[in-house]
Structures are given as structure tokens and as C-alpha cells.
């Protein structure tokens, strides 16, 4: 009788450790789950479940498209120089078309008053060429159809080296950091705005600022 109900005390103590482990992994996998849902699932409710564990990774497309769109934006803003500009206008069209294909129209209206105009009569006044680099960029938020994308970078301005000289010497690099603003417009990410990263957290926007940029390797 003794043996048995040893036997017994021990298939008990069995149960038990192997019930306490289920229980840790359970919980294990629960936090896995939690964790997964809220840092890859989009939208919300049931919805958000299952685009967490989504084969195609819908999530990562839209951070992926996202973030080249505002690496773009970084780029084709930074990006200019004589060649662009139309003598008979002191414009430069393909300035403004470059880089008004990366943004929503409510951000044009801001570009065209308060960036271009400044861009066109830096490089017809001084002749200036910049160019651009984009080290990455990194999603902050997104949901369905808006996303902050931080960007880092450089740009580099190069001048004539006398007045009407072919030759030009460039200055240092100068690094960037961005907070853009996109919006989804159909199907679409395009930048709604934009702020150097020291103040975004003030809100403040810098519409037509032409200094920072980014996505993984430089350009």
C-alpha cells in the first residue's frame, strides 16, 4: 500500500510540473503574440490579428513603400542645380516636377509658395549645385493610410569657382535628419509635410526647406 500511494504522490508531482510548464509556455506564447500584434498588425479589431501573421506581410509592403517614397522625397528635394533653370522664366520646371510627384497637392500648394521661390533664386543668384544622400530611414507610426517615416542624410552644396566658372568646388557635406508626414492617396504614399527632426516635436513644419533626407545606402 505504501509503494502505491508513493507511486501515486509521484505521478501527482508529475502532473503538476508538467501542468507548470504548459502554463509558462502558454504564457510565453501569449506575450509573443501580444507583442507581435502590436508592433506588425495594421488597422484594428480581428483585423489587426490576422495582418500580423499575414503571409504576404502587407504590413512590411506598406513600410517598405512608405519609406521609399520619403526617401525619394528627400532625394528630389535636395537634388538641383543650373541645368534646371529656364533662363527666359528664372524657373525651374524640372525642379518643381520632381519633386511635386512625391507629394499630396495640399503640400504642393506650401512647396510652391514657400520652396521653390527660394530654391529659384538661390541657384539663378549664386549658380549653386546640391546634391543628396540618403543613409536610411525607418518607420515611426503607420496605420491604413497615414505614416511617419524618419529619414537621415546628407546634402552637398558646390558653387562656381569664380563668377561664370564651369568649375565648381564643393563644400563639406551637411548631414540631415527628416520627420515626414505621409498620406495614402489612392494607393499611393506621398509626403504631406516634413520637419527636421529637432522640430517635429514642436509641430512645426518646414514647408520648402530644402537641408536633410533617407533609406538603407547611400545615393
Do not use: C, H
Amino acid at each position: 500500500m505504501r509503494g502505491g500511494a508513493s507511486a501515486v504522490r509521484r505521478s501527482a508531482g508529475v502532473r503538476w510540473a508538467v501542468l507548470g510548464v504548459l502554463v509558462v509556455i502558454i504564457i510565453a506564447s501569449l506575450g509573443y503574440l501580444g507583442t507581435r500584434i502590436t508592433k506588425d498588425g495594421a488597422g484594428s479589431g480581428w483585423g489587426r490579428v490576422t495582418s500580423a501573421f499575414s503571409a504576404d506581410d502587407s504590413l512590411q509592403t506598406e513600410r517598405d513603400a512608405a519609406m521609399s517614397q520619403a526617401r525619394q522625397f528627400a532625394l528630389r528635394i535636395n537634388t538641383y542645380g543650373p541645368d534646371m533653370l529656364d533662363a527666359k522664366s528664372g524657373q525651374m520646371p524640372k525642379y518643381r516636377s520632381q519633386v511635386e510627384a512625391v507629394i499630396t497637392a495640399k503640400y504642393r500648394a506650401d512647396f510652391e509658395k514657400d520652396g521653390v521661390p527660394l530654391v529659384e533664386a538661390t541657384v539663378s543668384q549664386l549658380a549653386v549645385k546640391r546634391t543628396a544622400q540618403v543613409y536610411s530611414t525607418g518607420v515611426a507610426a503607420i496605420d491604413d493610410d497615414t505614416a511617419t517615416v524618419l529619414v537621415a542624410g546628407s546634402f552637398t552644396n558646390a558653387y562656381p569657382k569664380k563668377k561664370g566658372s564651369s568649375t565648381y568646388v564643393s563644400a563639406d557635406p551637411e548631414p540631415y535628419r527628416f520627420e515626414v508626414s505621409m498620406v495614402k492617396t489612392g494607393g499611393k504614399w506621398l509626403v504631406d509635410n516634413f520637419a527636421p527632426v529637432e522640430s517635429a516635436q514642436s509641430g512645426s513644419g518646414a514647408a520648402g526647406s530644402t537641408g536633410s533626407g533617407t533609406t538603407g545606402g547611400a545615393q
